[in-house]
């Protein structure tokens, strides 16, 4: 006969004093924390209150209350003002869930199977319900010192990683969540800390669009089917040229569509006020990327035209015309005839002719992978 959660109900204080000593021991934000008796003392009822809980209900086979999740949330409500970051908040839970399953493990004895299950069990729906109480608890205490731009931009990693609590905590900041979201990437290197938040808060206030960096990319979150305005707005800022790609995700399951948002940026040419690139618009070229032998042929190939006359800008502006003869001369500012010199000689270079149907595919991509800047994949030869 069983009497697992009689044993773990003895081993609740060693248990839940073990527990604030390891995260102490782990995160010295947290241990800052506890060398105060008050904020201790708060930690070890916190992690007495959980423990003895988690057991009623598992024998009741009952959730947790919202009497219960309002203490949670009121304990990670009190971390949150102390100025703890996010990721401590992110390892803090990880090890709370970890030395739960470790004291599980340790009581359980060879007739404990059938209860440790149930507690497994309980622990998948309740275990989450409680992180995200205790996370937008977190959440709200920072508010206390985080300003609303930090509060927006944290809003959006959130989204980004597809955290639990993000959509949540939007509405917390009184955002709509739309269904989706378009995400923009714009990759704008070297811009400095003042022009960064500049964009953030001016696409948030212009627009209410939440908006972050991750190194040399900007990120916004544009509600489906809005207008895409704000990127105007973002040039203006930088004031320079940039790359952009996009990609559209479900509001709840954005990490996908960021990814492929940000391989797009890759591939694309930089330019001041830049078309909002998507995959359909790429897709020969992200093919390529993904390919290291044939990026290196593209760029080895590029690299030819280098001994002609502007071969690439030729070749980009005869493309974006649409091969027009006239117009792309007239775009260069050169005599047709010039013009029909330029596109003998990357045949000459290239063997391949431009206005062949091969032409067209294979240079039209080495135009776009020689002005999106990317360095070779693998490594330059």
Same mark, same amino acid.
């Given at each position: 006969m069983s009497d697992l959660l009689g044993l773990l109900r003895t081993r609740i204080p060693d248990n839940a004093k073990r527990v604030v000593e390891v995260c102490s021991n782990d995160l010295p934000d947290y241990a800052v924390a506890a060398d105060d008796p008050r904020e201790y003392t708060d930690m070890l009822d916190f992690a007495?209150?959980? *423990?003895? /809980?988690?057991?009623? %209900?598992?024998?009741s086979n009952s959730p947790l209350t919202e009497d219960d999740l309002a203490v949670v949330a009121a304990t990670g409500e009190r971390r949150g003002e102390t100025g703890m970051s996010r990721p401590v908040l992110r390892r803090l839970l990880t090890l709370h869930a970890s030395a739960t399953l470790n004291e599980i493990q340790e009581a359980s004895g060879p007739t404990d199977l059938p209860v440790a299950m149930q507690m497994l069990a309980w622990l998948g729906p309740q275990g989450a319900a409680a992180q995200q109480a205790y996370t937008l608890g977190f959440l709200k205490g920072q508010k206390h010192f985080l300003p609303v731009i930090g509060q927006v931009r944290q809003f959006a990693e959130m989204v980004l990683a597809e955290e639990p609590a993000a959509l949540a905590n939007g509405r917390e900041l009184g955002m709509q969540i739309p269904a989706s979201y378009q995400v923009i990437v714009a990759r704008a290197p070297d811009v400095?800390?003042? +022009?960064?938040? =500049?964009?953030? &808060?001016?696409?948030w206030h212009r627009y209410g669009v939440a908006a972050t960096w991750y190194g040399d990319d900007f990120v916004a979150l544009v509600p489906a089917g809005h207008s895409t305005k704000m990127i105007s707005d973002f040039a203006d800022i930088i004031g320079r040229p940039f790359a952009v790609g996009t990609a559209t995700g479900p509001a709840a399951a954005l990490s996908e569509a960021f990814a492929l948002a940000r391989r797009v940026s890759r591939v694309t040419r930089a330019e001041t006020v830049p078309h909002l690139f +998507?995959?359909?618009?790429?897709?020969? =070229? %992200? @093919?390529?990327?993904?390919?290291? =032998?044939?990026? *290196?042929? %593209? &760029?080895?190939?590029?690299?030819?035209?280098?001994? @002609?006359?502007? %071969?690439?800008?030729?070749?980009?502006?005869?493309? *974006? &015309?649409?091969?027009? *003869?006239? /117009?792309?001369?007239?775009a260069l500012c050169i005599h047709p005839r010039s013009l029909d010199y330029r596109l003998q000689r990357v045949h000459e270079l290239t063997g391949i002719a431009p206005a062949s149907t091969h032409g067209i595919r294979v240079l039209s991509a080495l135009v776009s992978r020689a002005l999106s800047g990317r360095p070779v994949t693998g490594g330059d030869r």
């Open positions: 007495v209150f959980i *423990r003895r /809980r988690t057991i009623d %209900l598992v024998a400095d800390a003042e +022009t960064s938040d =500049e964009a953030v &808060h001016t696409v +998507t995959a359909a618009d790429v897709f020969i =070229e %992200l @093919g390529a990327a993904e390919l290291p =032998e044939i990026d *290196r042929w %593209l &760029h080895d190939l590029a690299q030819r035209l280098t001994d @002609g006359p502007d %071969l690439v800008s030729t070749l980009d502006s005869y493309y *974006r &015309h649409d091969m027009n *003869r006239p /117009r792309t001369a007239a």
